[in-house]
């Protein structure tokens, strides 16, 4: 019976402990403090209080939260591996956050690339908890997720059906950032399905009105293409021409990029090969982004190759390496200047190669330059293939 008796006293001890003010006090402030770090933006420090938070109080009835409020700050630090695997292992007990778990999870998930599990995530919330306020959100991350994946129908079966979150929101609130960012992702599945008369239709009944010029570009930019896809050449051509006006007021120098790039593909579509060169030739300048630099060198030199004006291919290269000796672009430019001079040799008659080796060892120049230095691989590769060529 000596058992029962301490049992019987242990009981309202722990009970008094748990119950003491004190400690909740202790608690509460240890929680608060946490937050506040939170909140300024002070993730690391944040992600320490409330470390030391859940240790110390690991039955206050805040610990779900803290949990919660730990992942967003890991997240904000780019621990997303950290943020999914710990809010998963306090899903069962998360209560009331459980909806922000799922989709907090999604987002980690999504940051790592992992689309698969994202949709799966985002999925979770809006089935289980269709009225959460970030069922919307969790909607368009699941369309987001299906997109990335190549998923397009399932993309589109994310957003379009007229009791799902994104629909419902859409009725009430159709200016909303996230409605429009949704109509566009619609816009671009159809789009790419080359289903274009519904992407045209989706963008045509979206209202100028409101739209960021960031958004306001991305649709005109995609209505365009849309014109493009159809084959009405000049209706792309005047969107092309203002999608380079309304690039001036956006400062990320890409839109002014892709914006060019657009155009002269218009323009090339419409057999104006020296007006598409023009066009491709203003984002060669030192100030726009690399991917987009190499993306017009190889338009230029595709184009002039097309037409069989290797030589001007040929100028074209040369000039990068005076003008931007340290351009990323310039493993790429050796590499077809090599292909070209190649082609130049092996266009020639056979009584004629052999006062043109020169041809040759200029190639072979080009190539061994990608050999000595550290190119990807594929550059490594096709260099030693042309370097066989070329011997």
Do not use: C
Not at 208 to 233: C, I, N
Not at 301 to 306: F, P, Q, S, T
Request: glycine share 8%; net charge negative.
């Amino acid at each position: 019976m000596n058992w029962v008796f301490a049992l019987a006293l242990a009981v309202p001890s722990a009970l008094g402990q748990a119950e003491d003010p004190q400690a909740k006090a202790r608690a509460k402030l240890a929680f608060n403090v946490a937050k506040r770090f939170f909140r300024d933006g002070m993730f690391t420090t944040a992600v320490e209080r409330f470390d030391a938070f859940a240790e110390a109080h690991p039955g206050s009835p805040a610990r779900a939260e803290a949990v919660l409020l730990e992942g967003q700050a890991r997240f904000q630090l780019a621990q997303f591996e950290a943020v999914a695997a710990e809010l998963a292992a306090g899903l069962q007990s998360a209560g009331p956050w459980t909806d922000r778990y799922l989709f907090w999870i999604g987002e980690a998930q999504f940051a790592q690339g992992r689309y698969d599990l994202a949709a799966a995530s985002y999925g979770q919330l809006i089935e289980k908890y269709p009225g959460s306020a970030r069922a919307l959100t969790a909607a368009l991350g699941q369309a987001q997720s299906h997109y990335k994946l190549g998923e397009l129908k399932e993309s589109i079966a994310a957003l379009e059906p007229a009791d799902g979150p994104f629909q419902r929101a859409a009725s009430t609130r159709p200016g909303d950032p996230l409605i429009v960012d949704g109509r566009l992702l619609l816009a671009k599945a159809y789009f790419d399905l080359e289903e274009l008369g519904a992407a045209r239709l989706l963008l045509e009944n979206l209202p100028d009105t409101g739209l960021s010029p960031e958004r306001f570009w991305q649709k005109h930019h995609m209505l365009a293409s849309v014109y493009l896809g159809e084959a009405s050449l000049d209706r792309a051509l005047s969107g092309a021409t203002n999608l380079v006006q309304l690039a001036k007021g956006i400062a990320d120098p890409m839109f002014a990029a892709r914006s060019a790039d657009f155009h002269g593909d218009v323009l090339r579509r419409m057999s104006q090969p020296d007006a598409a060169v023009g066009l491709y030739e203003q984002n060669l300048l030192t100030n726009i982004p690399s991917d987009w630099r190499r993306s017009a060198l190889l338009k230029i030199v595709d184009l002039y190759v097309e037409e069989n004006r290797l030589s001007n291919a040929v100028q074209r290269l040369q000039r990068l390496f005076i003008r931007h000796p340290g351009d990323p672009a310039t493993g790429l430019a050796h590499l077809t200047l090599g292909e070209l001079r190649l082609r130049q040799f092996y266009g020639l008659p056979d009584a004629n190669r052999l006062q043109s080796t020169n041809l040759l060892s200029e190639a072979l120049g080009h190539f061994d330059v990608i050999l000595k230095g550290d190119a990807d691989a594929d550059l490594m590769g096709k260099s030693w293939l042309g370097r066989g060529w070329a011997l």
